[in-house]
């Protein structure tokens, strides 16, 4: 089993940043970053693949950076330059075969 708490979403007026954080119960390399916004499909935004590749969508490249910490299992997202259209629910997840664990979603929103 593993568990994920995220944690550092809310609201942001647009141009700000905000630094997503999620800690997982054990190392895991394959984690990363979804999006959901409302009436949307859920998207990849960022993730560290088992490949050793950051993947980020083309819609944030250049403005979000993914990292991590190792020894505390924990895994970031920071969010510079945000726009409204970067508004909805992130799910950080990890892959520990033979299943996908999920966070339980921190919202973002941007707004003025």
């Known amino acids: 089993q593993v568990q994920l708490v995220e944690s550092g979403g809310g609201l942001v007026q647009p141009g700000g940043s905000l630094r997503l954080s999620c800690a997982a119960s054990r190392s895991i390399f394959s984690m990363g970053w979804y999006r959901q916004a409302p009436g949307k499909q859920r998207e990849l935004v960022a993730a560290f693949t088992a490949g050793g590749v950051t993947n980020y969508a083309d819609s944030v490249k250049g403005r979000f950076t993914i990292s991590r910490d190792n020894a505390k299992n924990t895994v970031y997202l920071q969010m510079n330059s945000l726009k409204p259209e970067d508004t909805a629910l992130y799910f950080c997840?990890?892959?520990?075969?033979?299943?996908?664990?999920w966070g339980q979603g921190t919202q973002v929103t941007v707004s003025s």
């Open positions: 997840y990890a892959d520990w075969w033979p299943r996908t664990y």
